[in-house]
């Protein structure tokens, strides 16, 4: 054994992380060790620390420390203006970009009944119970444009439907800033078919 | 806010980690509290032990839990044949690729005075107390041929020099701007087997 079993149970551990592979986890293994003790341990901390105390949010889902999260505890957000999220990330994204004042539910993930989630996973119930205390006036569906998120899409607008409130999502098209050229074929037809007067 | 602090802790603690950006932070954070709570909570308590247990070997300087590692302490390894790598990495690729029974140094870097790391950070006075005990009969340098990999490499030829010690390389089969870690075992076993004098 040219490796001590503690140096490869951490290269082992660390291939839990998305896009590590053995050789990342080797790089980043030395590296840890080598150069950067303090802020490795610093990192083994943080991480125990939230697996221990990271939920989610009782109403909208996103990961949260208490019951309810900073927006949805926020009094100053609108109450009738409803976005819906795959995940944290595009939250951010979105709370980050626009200047939207409304809240959130966040899906932690897209149906896909062939990996088992389905609409319970996704927090469904919960959504349709938010719609039907009749607060939402509107809901937009900011869902990527996948085959799975079209589903998802469409379950969401099937589900609103019976209680009156404006859906709508996205627009699609052209992103700023992108070259013509090197938009893949399915963006370039939707923009041209959604294409509007000049 | 959108994201707890908690959260923001977390995704800015995986960027210790080489070739992990902001974006690829988010997303193992993500990941790691959707999906495998378990897991995460494994390489916290990992990465704890690795940085609190894992020193260096007194004689070799590989990784080791004990101050003596596994291959040092191993009386049927030759005490003869010593190969310096540069890092675990290299030993652990080396030592799996050929039939080596020897012993190794490792250096944990090159030569790289404007990095400020000179011959004391590679441990070459624990090497050269090596050579002056006398046992060693052949020093084989197994070092990445880059410019710093050179210098290093003719250091340590030059400091071998007055102790009568043979000294060779691996043989030309390593391709140019090659890393070690990175090529095939056929390839480490032939420049092994072809190793030249230095």
Do not use: W
């Amino acid at each position: 054994m040219s490796i001590t079993p503690l140096l490869e149970q951490l290269i082992e551990a660390l291939r839990c992380q998305p896009g590590v592979g053995p050789r990342s986890a080797s790089r980043i293994a030395f590296h840890l060790l080598e150069r950067d003790r303090h802020k490795a341990l610093h990192l083994a901390e943080i991480l125990r620390q939230a697996v221990e105390r990271l939920g989610h949010c009782e109403q909208c889902r996103n990961f949260s420390e208490t019951p309810l999260c900073s927006i949805c505890s926020d009094p100053r957000r609108q109450s009738d203006l409803l976005c819906v999220v795959e995940n944290p990330a595009q939250l951010a994204a979105m709370d980050h970009a626009i200047h939207f004042r409304g809240r959130y539910h966040v899906l932690m993930g897209r149906l896909s009944p062939l990996d088992g989630i389905g609409p319970e996973e996704l927090g469904m119930d919960r959504l349709e119970q938010r719609l039907r205390e009749g607060e939402i006036k509107e809901m937009v569906l900011a869902i990527s444009p996948s085959v799975e998120g079209e589903v998802t899409a469409h379950y969401i607008s099937e589900m609103a439907h019976p209680f009156g409130v404006r859906v709508t999502r996205l627009a699609q098209g052209v992103p700023m800033g992108g070259e013509l050229e090197s938009l893949d074929s399915g963006t370039l037809t939707r923009a041209f078919e959604l294409r509007r007067e000049y």
